[in-house]
């Protein structure tokens, strides 16, 4: 197998080196999360922001529990084919620690569930209209998975009127079929599309990482399709994989290659890009979309 015998990790570089912050605030973050039985993507795919969000009382909730029935190679979240159905209370137990957070901008993803009808679409609308009643005012961005295209799955959740629609491509086409599972990278590009089209006006968000074997020039076709598709934010971080059975790092992106790969995506007329080693698609989303906001 690909990688086998290298260690989990290589030493990291000096710009991906993180401090670990403790305190008051991620206490504070922890504790909400754990009293009102909520996951996030912050901790279940090993993200290397937690420290600085949890200590600024942000989170990225993780809905429909915390196994994912699809087993992509690059993907920290546990797979099972077999999931326990999304809880009924969910929506409101994640307003209520919203609120409790007293958060301006929410952002909520999922683990992919091919195991229900509509892939869990109709999860993502109850959350967003209990946010929407629960913090009016604050914003709310989904990342969803691709509900195999479905239009009408797609529909529903942009129904609910979240504030941003992200759906990652996550690499380029030559990977995508060997790290991904079922996901395509056509069928990313048309879940986009689809989201730019019936959207009436939402912002469509997708990401890419670095660092898996890709080619300059697969990139750049990269972010021109993610472009032609409709996307107007686009974020673009280093893969790190989570342990010696994932997808092998091929190289530590540098800060000044994801400096170009952003101007690169400026020029091509995205409204907001975040382009760094460090980026997530989560990361300082509520900013990114106020960017694209006076940018478009």
Not at 10 to 26: F, N, S, T, Y
Not at 73 to 95: G, T, V, W, Y
Not at 228 to 243: C, K
Not at 262 to 268: D, F, H, P, Q, W
Request: glycine share 10%; proline share 6%; hydrophobic share 35%.
């Amino acid at each position: 197998m690909r990688g086998e015998g290298k260690p989990q990790r290589p030493r990291l570089p000096e710009w991906l080196k993180v401090r670990v912050r403790a305190g008051g605030a991620r206490e504070e973050v922890a504790g909400i999360l754990r009293d009102l039985r909520l996951n996030t993507v912050c901790s279940g795919a090993l993200c290397p922001n937690l420290g600085e969000c949890f200590c600024s009382g942000t989170a990225t909730f993780l809905i429909m529990g915390g196994s994912c029935t699809r087993n992509c190679r690059f993907c920290a979240i546990d797979h099972s084919p077999h999931p326990a159905l999304p809880e009924e209370d969910e929506a409101e137990r994640l307003a209520e620690a919203a609120a409790r957070l007293r958060l301006h901008y929410v952002v909520v993803t999922s683990v992919t569930r091919d195991d229900l009808p509509d892939g869990g679409a109709h999860c993502f609308a109850e959350v967003i209209e209990a946010l929407h009643r629960r913090l009016p005012e604050a914003g709310v961005e989904v990342l969803t998975p691709d509900f195999n295209c479905d239009r009408e799955a797609i529909a529903s959740v942009l129904a609910a009127r979240p504030t941003v629609f992200n759906h990652n491509v996550e690499t380029v086409e030559r990977l995508s079929g060997e790290i991904r599972t079922r996901a395509t990278y056509r069928k990313s590009l048309e879940v986009l599309r689809l989201a730019h089209e019936i959207g009436g006006g939402i912002p469509v968000k997708s990401g890419i990482m670095l660092g898996l074997g890709e080619r300059d020039e697969e990139v750049v076709q990269t972010l021109k399709d993610l472009r032609g598709a409709g996307v107007s934010i686009v974020t673009i971080g280093q893969y790190l994989p989570p342990s010696a059975q994932h997808w092998p790092l091929d190289r530590f992106v540098t800060p000044e290659e994801f400096a170009r790969f952003g101007r690169i995506a400026e020029e091509l007329g995205f409204s907001a890009v975040a382009s760094s080693p460090l980026v997530r698609s989560s990361y300082h989303a509520g900013e990114l979309h106020k960017k694209g906001e006076s940018g478009s």
